[in-house]
Each structure stands twice: as structure tokens, then as C-alpha cells.
């Protein structure tokens, strides 16, 4: 006969003990892989490390500029045209005065003989009309003297047949015949004096028009004659002919750029700068630059506010007396303080700003065999330090080079011992 053996009470939990054990086996798997899969294993030696310090930070920028004359005057072409002669070749110092070049212009000269021809025809017809003017004040001055010999005579005979009319001595009709006859002419006399009166201030007009379209027709041709004085082009001041762009039978618009004199008596500094600083730069800003082991300054003194390329311009003039050995064109290294030094908590510039755009970096931890993510905040900056606002103390040291290798890992471990 059978015996009835009854479970334990383990039997009875067994499997969900396994299968708990086997959940948190699973979990830490998980956990680990995780933890292995968010770091990354490196080689220290390839990086470059950088120690947070204090220190006195002082933004600038640095860039370079090109020495040019304080004074430039250009030679554009007033009048275009063919060149016909060059007097002067390029690098030679003028005169103010000398001739350089000359050009050819066929259309200017038969504009000028046009207009010399439309001056001496209004030059005739000022000259007709005061002639006939004169001719009909001397016809008048005829007609008025014959009209008063005339009104004399019948005055004469008008008085004389008065009084024999009033002795019966003539008709009536011869009387007032007479009498007729005078009246006509004095009133003739005064219709033709106001004829000649009226046609006087008619010519007169006339002529003070045709003297005012004579004059500006004189001011015209004196114009065009200064255009074709402008086709020899000369020297406006005396310097150094540095730039001349014109060849024999090359034909010149008008306004086109032909060359440049520089005085030489002083030079400035003329520089292209990124147009993020384009609200940063003032006038009177210091930059410092070195020759040789000795240190000048030049301030800005002209901004440029045109953007080019991402680019815009500004002028610095020497603060002092310039270097001896300065020469146009030559190439100057400077940088430009863009605002009072001040202490501050420094992290030097790398790579890792292009990949993170300042706002973490990755910092060695406590023994230095490994580096993790740390959020940062980074403000000014300049050749070579960022200035640290927050995230960063003193004596951290800061993974500094480029991060493009290292992915998006948290954690960094070194293969080697720092």
C-alpha cells in the first residue's frame, strides 16, 4: 500500500524564486551593459589637458591689417575716352600739376564745335535784333521830325485861317479843312510815339533774352571745354603715382578708376574684421602690435559699418610716432582690446568649443584616470582663454582638445595613467 509523502513549504515558492533570482540577474546585465555602453575607453596620451585657473582676463580679438597712406587721392576718368599718351609710369612721384595721361575723345570735340556753332548763330541774331532796333529808333526819330514839321506847318496855317474866319475873310470850309488837318497830324504824332514806345520795350525784352540765352550758351561752352581740358588727366596733389591702370588705344568710361597718388607723410592700418564684433568695437579702441622686440599702439580711429563677405572694415592711426622701418602695404599682426581687464576664472582655448559650442566640457575626475560630462557656462573669450561663469573651479582639469573621436559618451576612461 502506497504512502502519501506531503510537500514542504520551499517546494511550494520554488519557482518564483527562480524565476526572481533569474529577473535580477537579467537587471544587472542590463544595468552593467548600460554603464558600459554610455563610457568609452581612450588613450590619455592623445588628448590635451588644460588646468581652470584665476587670473586677469583681458578680451581682444586679433587680426591683421594692412599699412596704407593716411592720404590716398584716386584718379578716376571724368571723361571717358581712348588713351593716346602716358607721361608717367607707375611708382614715380609726382607733382601736383604733372601730366600722367591723356585721352581721345571724338564724340566731346564735335559736341563742341556743335555748340561753338549754335553760340556764333545767337550771337548774329543778338547782334540783328540791336541792329534792327537801331534802324527802327532812327525810322521813328524820322517819322516824329517829319510829323512836327509837319503839325508846324498846319499849326501855322490853322492860326493864320482862325483869325481871317473870324473877319469873314475865308470860307467856312477852308477853315475847317485847316484845322482838320492839323488835329490829324497832332494826333499822328501821338499814335506813332506810342508805337515806337511799345515796339522799344517789345525789342527790348527781346534782347535781354537772347543776351540770357547767349550767356548760359558762353557757360555751356566753358563747361564743355573744361570736359575737354578733364581728358588730360594730371597730378591733384604731390606723392607717389602707386597705381596706374591705363595702356595705349585702351578705351576709358567716364568715371572709371585709373590709378592713385598716396602722400607718404604718414600712414595708417586698414583691416578686415568678423562681423560678430561689429557691436563690439567703438572708436578710440587701443590695439597693440609688435616690430622687432618693440610694442606700438594705434587706435581706431574709422568704422566701416558695410558688411562684405561677413566682413566688415576700420581704420587704426598711430597713437605715437610710427616705426622707423614701416612700409606701405606691409602686413601688421595686432589685436584690439575690446573692453578693461578684470579677474576672472580662465579656461584656455581648444577644439572641444567647436564640437560642445561652450556649453559642457568634459572634466578629469578625482585621480585622474577618468573624465565625465560636466554642464558649463563659457562668456567672453579671447586668443587664448574663455572666461568661465559657471560649472568650473579653480584647479579642475578640463579635457581641452577636440571631442570629435569621443561620440556622446558621459564617461571617459584612460588607458593610461595621467
Known amino acids: 500500500m502506497d504512502k502519501i509523502i506531503e510537500r514542504s513549504a520551499w ?42 585657473e584665476n587670473g586677469e582676463f583681458q578680451e581682444f580679438i586679433a587680426f591683421s591689417g594692412a599699412v596704407v597712406p593716411i592720404k590716398t587721392y584716386f584718379l578716376d576718368a571724368i571723361e571717358g575716352g581712348r588713351v593716346e599718351s602716358r607721361y608717367i609710369e607707375a611708382g614715380t612721384y609726382v607733382q601736383k600739376g604733372d601730366k600722367i595721361i591723356s585721352l581721345a575723345n571724338t564724340n566731346l570735340l564735335l559736341d563742341i564745335m556743335y555748340r561753338e556753332a549754335e553760340l556764333f548763330q545767337q550771337s548774329n541774331n543778338l547782334r540783328n535784333t540791336k541792329l534792327a532796333m537801331q534802324q527802327n529808333r532812327l525810322n521813328i526819330q524820322s517819322q516824329l521830325l517829319d510829323l512836327d514839321y509837319q503839325i508846324l506847318q498846319a499849326k501855322r496855317i490853322y492860326e493864320r485861317n482862325d483869325k481871317l474866319a473870324d473877319k469873314d475873310m475865308i470860307s467856312s470850309e477852308e477853315y475847317e479843312s485847316s484845322r482838320d488837318d492839323y488835329q490829324f497830324l497832332v494826333k499822328k504824332r501821338v499814335l506813332t510815339l506810342q508805337s515806337f514806345e511799345q515796339d522799344s520795350i517789345y525789342r527790348e525784352v527781346q ?106 572694415r576700420i581704420e587704426l592711426g598711430f597713437e605715437e610716432i610710427e616705426p622707423e622701418d ?61 572666461e568661465v561663469l559657471e560649472g568650473l573651479e579653480p584647479g579642475d582639469q578640463v579635457i581641452t582638445s577636440s571631442y570629435h573621436q569621443f561620440g556622446d559618451y558621459e564617461q571617459l576612461f584612460f588607458k593610461n595613467e595621467t
Not at 578710440?284 to 580711429?301: C, D, M, R
Open 11 to 52: 517546494s511550494k515558492y520554488k519557482p518564483y524564486t527562480l524565476i526572481a533570482g533569474a529577473a535580477i540577474v537579467i537587471i544587472s546585465a542590463l544595468v552593467v551593459g548600460a554603464k558600459r555602453n554610455d563610457s568609452l575607453k581612450i588613450d590619455n596620451r592623445r588628448i590635451g589637458i588644460s588646468t581652470v
Open 326 to 386: 614701416i612700409r606701405r602695404g606691409q602686413t601688421i599682426h595686432m589685436r584690439l582690446e575690446l573692453g578693461n581687464s578684470s579677474e576672472a576664472i580662465l579656461l584656455r582655448r581648444g577644439g572641444f568649443y567647436q564640437e560642445t559650442g561652450g556649453q559642457w566640457v568634459y572634466v578629469l575626475d578625482e585621480g585622474g584616470q577618468s573624465a565625465s560630462k560636466r554642464e558649463v557656462k563659457l562668456g567672453r573669450q579671447n586668443q587664448d582663454y574663455y
Open 207 to 312: 534782347v535781354e533774352q537772347l543776351e540770357s540765352g547767349l550767356q548760359r550758351m558762353q557757360d555751356n561752352m566753358e563747361i564743355v571745354k573744361q570736359n575737354l581740358d578733364n581728358l588730360v588727366i594730371t597730378a591733384p596733389v604731390s606723392g607717389q603715382l602707386t597705381s596706374l591702370n591705363a595702356e595705349i588705344g585702351e578705351a576709358k568710361v567716364r568715371g572709371e578708376r585709373l590709378g592713385q597718388i598716396d602722400i607718404l607723410d604718414g600712414f595708417k592700418v586698414s583691416a578686415p574684421v568678423d562681423e560678430h564684433f561689429i557691436t563690439r568695437v567703438q572708436l578710440n579702441q587701443p590695439a597693440h602690435f609688435s616690430i622687432g622686440s618693440k610694442e606700438y599702439t594705434v587706435l581706431l580711429n574709422k568704422i566701416y559699418p558695410e558688411v562684405v563677405n561677413g566682413q566688415f
